[in-house]
């Protein structure tokens, strides 16, 4: 059996170089890989691109790596936070905003090899006709446009082609996971991180409880362990008590 666990985090996370691309779960603060994301930070990797459904509401998470200055450019649906936009429009952090519906499929696509595909979200919008601003100057004005995207007209109704996403990394966080890398959310951390496990390249998974292998019921798997390819424990902070349906599950976490 090919074991994914790793004890060190730090050397885990220290694979990923400066001004790499980051696919990373979570749904808000649900699911989001916290002990990931602040190994970034303990490491200094600076100049990153991250796909990430929101920033947060505060400095913790990808906020923190905000904070920091260690982000190059956000691909996001909601970055809420409002000293986002005080970088962003300082011309420090670049935005490429996407309909969360399409962030998903795109993150989807990438990880099932499939190079792009068309939908009616955004068509005939800013976001996709050239106009939306990517990046300030940081003198003032606009540096840099989205580009424009192709448009199609299908069965009489207008549609954008949107590309998959690929990152170099993804970053997730499992409730339960196994030392084969097979991994399973729970309830709202679910939304997105199968997806952004599936769309990096190298995927680390931080797991709440480590149970062992063929302890996950192949109905329970979210994202296979083929996905995966390191597993670390998460932190130390409470996590949600288990459902009745995840009470055969109750992890058996090594000493």
């Known amino acids: 059996m090919i074991d994914k666990f790793r004890e060190d985090v730090l050397s885990v996370v220290d ?3 400066d001004g790499a691309s980051i696919a990373v779960g979570g749904f808000g603060s649900s699911g989001r890989p916290d002990r990931l994301l602040d190994a970034l930070c303990e ?3 600076r100049d990153l691109h991250v796909y990430v459904n929101n920033v947060g509401h505060d400095f913790t998470g990808v906020g923190r790596l905000l904070h920091e200055g260690r982000l190059r450019r956000v691909t996001a649906s909601f970055p809420i936070l409002q000293e986002f936009y005080d970088e962003y429009f300082a011309g420090k952090v670049e935005l490429e905003l996407v309909p969360q519906g399409t962030l998903a499929e795109r993150m989807r696509a990438g990880g099932s090899g499939i190079p792009a595909f068309f939908t009616p ?4 919008t800013m976001l996709t006709d050239g106009s939306f601003t990517l990046r300030y100057a940081p003198e003032g004005g606009v540096a840099e446009h989205l580009p424009a995207k192709e448009h ?3 069965d009489g109704r207008e549609y954008v082609l949107e590309t998959g996403i690929v990152a170099d990394f993804g970053l997730v966080r499992a409730h339960r996971g196994d030392q084969k890398g097979n991994l399973r959310f729970r309830l709202s951390a679910r939304n997105f991180n199968p997806l952004a496990g599936m769309a990096g390249r190298h995927t680390i998974a931080e ?8 302890e996950l019921h192949p109905d329970d798997v979210h994202l296979p362990g083929v996905f995966v390819d390191d597993v670390v424990l998460a932190g130390s902070e409470p996590d949600d008590s288990p ?4 009470s055969r599950l109750i992890a058996r976490t090594p000493a």
Do not use: Q
Request: glycine letters at 12%; hydrophobic letters at 35%.
């Open 15 to 17: 694979r990923v170089p």
């Open 43 to 45: 490491l200094g990797k």
């Open 121 to 124: 979200s955004g068509a005939g």
């Open 152 to 154: 199609r007209l299908i």
């Open 207 to 214: 797991v709440e409880h480590l149970v062992p292998v063929d």
């Open 243 to 246: 459902t009745p349906d995840d």
